[in-house]
């Protein structure tokens, strides 16, 4: 991607529209950390969840309407289509890789602990893990595990674009931990100034834009009783931009708030600040997310210096994600 950067920047064409080299960025490195996958096996799943996520997101204003099957029969198709299909390129994949872990040593990625594994803790005991659960798995960490981390890059680049200071205070701190080698694992974690530009932007612009849960029997919350089986969603744009919890400065981008306090960023409520969620659901990616957030944004900074198109419309949407519709334009400059 950055080579590819160059050569556009090279031939004059300095403006680029990130997201969506981003996003495709991170769908090739979680088709080949969790799966072992080649990029063009892994464009095909992931082009199809892509499909089907906009045309999910169409009909789901339905959600919890009795028939409403029956109220957007054409998207209903398609999404079922495009699942049966997304099954059966993974399904294709777990074969193939169950019958050459066989003949070889399994894989060291997520795929290849599964099938080694391959055993889960259920009602009646230890089981193995059906075929159906392994393919769920699969599309559970395929469509978790890229677009997640790809926005939070994004809405970097967008923030960083328009604080140009904190570009070159980022610079200087990887300069400081990493000097002129290249970045590995155990550097990432030095990078602390980086930490707090991290999370002020999931702050800002969570990913995840909601976290939902359901009562498993009545709750009371103060006068308030939620009954049993009530389906909850949880709005972390509005606790991330609420000025009774973070100050007057809610809306500003302020890395330091993180500072003093890596974990709530100076929030009043220790509830308050839940990019991954929270309890015994929330995010298992998030290590994995820190680590390639880093290392992404470490290589684009130390390759080239940017700001904000003219032609850039902002416009952050909640598809699923929390993405900027228009795309981000961004202009480069090589360093
Ligand atoms: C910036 C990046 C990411 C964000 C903002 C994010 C956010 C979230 C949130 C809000 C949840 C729901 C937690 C809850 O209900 O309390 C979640 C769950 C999950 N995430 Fe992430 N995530 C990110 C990256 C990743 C990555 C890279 C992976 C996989 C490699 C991943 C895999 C998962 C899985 C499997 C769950 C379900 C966990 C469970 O139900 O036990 N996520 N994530």
Known sequence: MLDRWTDLINSGKPEIDVEKEIISTAGEIIAKTSFGMSYE???????????????????????????????????????????????????????????????????????????????????????????????????????GGHETTALAVTWTLLLLAQHREWQNELREEIREVIGNGEIDATMVAALKKMGWVMNEVLRLYPPAPNVQRQARHDIKVDNLVIPNGTNMWIDVVSMHHDQNQWGQSVNEFKPERFKDDNLYGGCNHKMGFLPFGFGGRMCVGRNLTIMEYKIVLTLILTRFSFSLSPSYSHSPSIMLSLRPMQGLPLIFEPL
């Open 41 to 143: 096996y892994g464009r095909e799943v992931l082009d199809k969840l892509r499909e089907m996520q906009i045309t999910l997101f169409k009909s789901n204003r339905y959600i919890g309407v009795p028939f409403s099957n029956f109220l957007n029969p054409k998207e209903i198709l398609k999404a079922k289509k495009l699942g049966k299909e997304i099954d059966a390129l993974l399904l294709s994949i777990i074969t193939a890789r169950r019958k050459s872990s066989k003949r070889h040593q399994p894989q060291q990625n997520l795929l290849g602990l599964l099938l080694a594994e391959n055993t889960v803790d259920g009602r009646l005991g230890e089981r193995p893990l059906t075929t159906r659960e392994l393919v769920d798995e699969c599309k559970t960490f395929f469509f």
